[in-house]
């Protein structure tokens, strides 16, 4: 070995464990990126706001008897929904439909629907167009379930599927009687101090029940 090749040894020993060790820093590396683990994170229940709607066919001049129960379902499906308007529109072409609007109208205040609750009006259409009805609900809902693109079983890694919770999740907000406790929580009801003082007053008068059975009160 010559002379030049004794002294570029240890330079080439030092650069190849420079290239170890940076090989090994990349190993080590950690990935800090937030994953969403539980039900709650990757399927969020949201508060919204959209219209319902629903067409009424006035070309026979009057309430067929299923379309009458549409609008029935419609009106009470409306009182349930925080009791928004009910728009209730006809083709700006008059016609037949003038009547069936009237009695949408009358329909909806027999199921209950305020008059004052109730806007009547118009829309640029024919007279062959539909009697337009529509108002505000207020939802809970979260992200639509069916994600069947990785399937954690087969990962090998132990992981979740991508569905995990999601019937759940959508199920509750499915059950929410009043939506908007999504955003703001009903407020907790205050107990009566009055009540616990008294409470308290009969045990330390040796009047109360103790131990366990006062719990369920025998």
Not at 171 to 188: G, K, T
């Amino acid at each position: 070995m010559s002379v030049l090749s004794r002294k570029s040894l240890p330079l080439l020993v030092m650069v190849a464990g420079l290239g170890l060790a940076g090989c090994a820093h990349d190993d080590l590396a950690l990935d800090d990126t937030y994953v969403p683990m539980s039900p709650e994170e990757r399927y969020p229940i949201e508060y919204a706001k959209g219209p319902i709607t629903l067409e009424v066919a006035s070309s026979h001049g009057t309430l067929q008897p299923s379309q009458a129960n549409a609008v029935a379902r419609f009106a009470r499906q409306s009182l349930a929904g925080g009791l928004t308007p009910v728009m209730v529109k006809r083709p700006a072409g008059g016609g037949k439909s003038a009547r069936v609007a009237e009695e949408v109208a009358g329909l909806m205040l027999q199921q209950g629907v305020p008059r004052e609750m109730i806007r009547i009006g118009t829309y640029p259409a024919p007279a062959s167009a539909p009697v337009r009805l529509a108002y505000v609900k207020s939802y809970a809902h979260t992200k639509p379930c069916g994600e069947w693109t990785v399937n954690g079983a087969d990962s090998g890694r132990n992981e979740r599927m991508p569905n995990h919770g999601c019937a759940v999740q959508s199920n509750i907000a499915a059950m929410l009687a009043n939506p908007e406790d999504v955003v703001a929580p009903q407020p907790a009801t205050l107990v009566p101090a009055a009540n616990g003082t008294a409470a308290i007053k009969k045990i330390s008068d040796g009047q109360g029940k103790t131990g366990f059975g006062s719990l369920f009160g025998f």
